[in-house]
């Protein structure tokens, strides 16, 4: 269906957005002007101003033809909540005014029982709350069965844990902009803005046909496909890649993008990527909090949108086997009004300096909380991308490029000399060389790489909330910037002039966290080899190894420090995130033993069945048929029935000793077991006939737009 003729994009940017320019238009001066300081320069928000921003707020969305408001969340699910309620408020006399206070907009009450707290709350303890993030802006939803006014709010539990993952970013961004500051003043800044991170999400999905995902429990109830044949042709040729959009899909994304524009999302990159009937959009930095609202906000426009055409968007992260999934690499950088980009090699040598001190945390920190890392990206969906060759490996490390990389070796050594790049770096140190930007090769088999003024995050899944990775990496800099502070304030208290203590400091984290930087071939043998055993690199193939490092006792120290979650919410996500895993693998567990029942093994049988009444009718007429493929159907078709049986049993074990033991008995344990069945199913796919199986094949999935 073609999409609906649109204005400039000028005229739809953000109309659907209760942004500044639509506040200044709509609220006092004074009242703007306070709520203005709280959004920019992270003040305290001014309760006595809220009556008066709900009223413009209410005004502005019943114009845009709203009824409804919603205080929109993300609880620990990566997905998006929402309460929805009326303006109505009802009279006396019988009739009806519509209403919208100051204490509804700042504070709503959800179920907070209903869901996942890791133990926070017991069941019969249902109260929670939600609190309006002034910090991201209100907007209108549009649909075809009407408007909502949404309201991003955070999630908390009555007795004051964070029940989201919006609590934590803020916090996280909070102790970074501290941390910062005060690196930024020991560098010589008297005037310091407000530091945030920033973030930009390239989201890559999957666009299958609906008729197609209808008929395939799996993929509707799972999100990817637990049975299913190898094509002919994959991605072999790399033709899809970069390829012309097929029509159908751009009108799609075209849809997509009016819906984006309007909601204020910088949409700007869609291609085709690798896969066949796998794309990708990717926005413009934003503020970490902003950006990260507003992926939820792509995830559910791509699925809405994908309805209305006729397709079923697959956000999972490996929903064929045998061609690329789909990840969502977080482009990740921090900075400020006044002193830019920390992470961008400036002209002069101050900047430099900055930007090797700000360069050398990260470096710190990853060598670190390299761990927490792959726990915040820890899944039973993004398993099935880490550690092979078309995702990064499961071991964290830094790619610098060969310029930067040298760089900091030879800070490390400390014999600077000059770089093997053109020019020689200004730091007003004679012995440093220049960094010039974008002077070495990208590497796309790193799971963190510098890419001239920012560093990428390769193994976030697609389906994942970008705030775990994003609290992960703030929360990890606050701590890395803290300690260097410490440090430089020594050496300049010690007598040292500011360059001779920025290179004193530099050459101690190399020493220490050196072991980190990377610049090969992170898919190689050599390298898993190299990384573990020589430079000491935790290298944590699954969820179940992975998601106890939330258990140890430097990561507990590390959240606590920083103010950005207690022991307690700590413990809470490790509880939750190990629940989804293991209750995602029993689902596709019991979704495999239903399939092979129900669908595949009957599918067999009818095939044999017919065969065998073919084959005795034409041994009437005297014609002999070879009966291999008979043979071999059954045999296959007894496989599959045994490996089933194999697979029941096992998912009937209850008894662990702990949820550490349950998750790495799905990882160990059920898991292969699935495979197992799968392998025959497959193979009885290549010798049924198309018209007796029962399922979309892969051929028809992928290739037919």
């Keep these: 269906m073609p999409v609906e003729p649109v204005e400039r994009l000028e005229n ?20 703007f002007k306070s709520i203005k300081k709280t959004i920019m320069a992270g003040e305290k928000l001014d309760p006595s101003i809220a009556d008066t921003v709900a009223t413009a707020m209410r005004d502005w969305a019943i114009a845009k033809g709203a009824l409804y408001y919603a205080h929109v969340f993300y609880p620990m699910t990566n997905l998006t909540a929402e309460k929805h309620d009326g303006f109505i408020s009802p009279q006396g006399d019988g009739s009806v005014i519509s209403e919208f206070a100051g204490k509804v907009l700042v504070q709503g009450e959800p179920d907070g029982s209903s869901f996942p707290n890791g133990g926070i709350r017991d069941t019969f303890e249902a109260r929670g709350y939600t609190a309006w993030d002034v910090t991201s802006p209100a907007y209108i939803m549009e649909t075809d069965n009407g408007s909502t006014l949404c309201i991003p709010t955070v999630f908390v539990s009555w007795t004051g844990e964070a029940l989201d993952k919006k609590v934590p970013l803020l916090r996280s961004i909070a102790a970074m902009d501290k941390a910062a500051t005060k690196v930024l003043k020991l560098l010589g800044y008297d005037d310091v803005a407000h530091v945030n991170s920033s973030c930009g999400a390239e989201q890559e999905y999957f666009l299958i046909d609906a008729n197609f995902a209808s008929q395939r429990p799996d993929l509707l109830l799972a999100g990817r496909t637990l049975f299913g044949k190898a094509p002919a042709k994959g991605q072999q040729f790399d033709d899809h890649y970069f390829g012309a959009i097929p029509e159908r899909v751009q009108v799609f994304m075209q849809d997509v993008e009016n819906t984006l524009y309007k909601l204020g999302i910088p949409a700007k990159t869609r291609h085709n990527e690798v ?46 086997a045998g061609i690329n999934g789909s990840g969502k690499h977080v482009n990740w950088s ?21 930007f090797l001190v700000f360069c050398g945390a990260v470096i710190r920190g990853v060598h670190k909380y390299g761990p927490l890392m792959r726990a915040a990206i820890a899944t039973a969906s993004n398993d099935h991308r880490l550690g092979a060759n078309e995702a990064p490996p499961a071991i964290m490390s830094v790619y610098l490029g060969t310029q930067l990389e040298e760089v900091f070796e030879q800070i490390k050594t400390g014999t600077v000399t000059e770089s093997k790049q053109k020019g020689v770096m200004d730091l007003g140190v004679d012995v440093l060389p220049t960094l010039t930007k974008d002077a070495g090769d990208r590497n796309r088999t790193s799971p963190f790489a510098f890419t001239g003024n920012r560093f990428e995050f390769r193994a976030v899944g697609s389906s994942q909330s970008v705030s775990g990775p994003l609290i992960v990496l703030n929360t990890m800099l606050a701590d890395s910037l803290d300690w260097m502070s410490n440090r430089l304030d020594g050496e300049l ?183 197992e069945v799968r392998e025959s199913a497959d193979a009885l796919e290549g010798e049924i006939a198309d018209s007796f199986w029962p399922l979309p094949t892969y051929q028809e999935m992928l290739f037919i737009k």
């Design 334 to 354: 921090v900075g400020n009004s006044t002193q830019g980009n920390l992470l961008d090699p400036g002209d002069s040598p101050h900047e430099n300096a900055q």
């Design 493 to 675: 208290s010690g007598g040292a002039d500011l360059n001779t203590a920025i290179l004193t400091v530099l050459k101690e984290v190399m020493q220490e966290h050196g072991a980190v930087v990377f610049g090969g071939n992170g898919y190689s043998e050599e390298w898993h080899k190299m990384a573990v055993e020589e430079r000491g690199l935790a290298n944590l193939p699954t969820t179940a190894d992975a998601l106890p490092v939330l258990k140890e006792e430097y990561i507990e120290d590390l959240f606590q420090k920083t103010g950005v979650l207690t022991s307690v919410e700590l413990e809470s996500r490790f509880e939750v995130y190990a629940e989804q895993y293991i209750l995602s693998i029993e689902v596709e567990a019991k979704l495999v033993i239903d399939m092979a029942k129900t669908q595949i093994y009957p599918a067999a049988i009818d095939y044999l069945s017919q065969l065998s009444e073919t084959i005795a009718s034409l041994s009437n007429l005297g014609v002999t048929l070879n009966q291999g493929s008979a043979e071999t159907v059954v045999n296959l078709a007894n496989a599959v029935m045994e490996a089933t049986g194999k697979l029941s049993t096992a998912l009937e074990k209850h008894d662990f000793a702990d949820t550490e033991a349950h998750m790495m008995y799905c990882a160990t344990t059920l898991r292969p077991l699935m495979d």
């Design 12 to 31: 739809i940017w953000a109309e659907n957005v209760f942004d500044l320019s639509a506040m200044q238009a709509s609220l006092p001066k004074a009242v």
């Design 275 to 320: 896969a066949p009937g796998q794309f990708e959009i990717a926005p413009y930095f934003e503020a970490a909090n902003v950006a990260s609202d507003h992926q939820q906000m792509i995830m559910t426009v791509l699925k809405h949108k994908a309805k209305k055409h006729g397709f079923v968007c697959l956000l999972h992260e490996k929903p064929f």
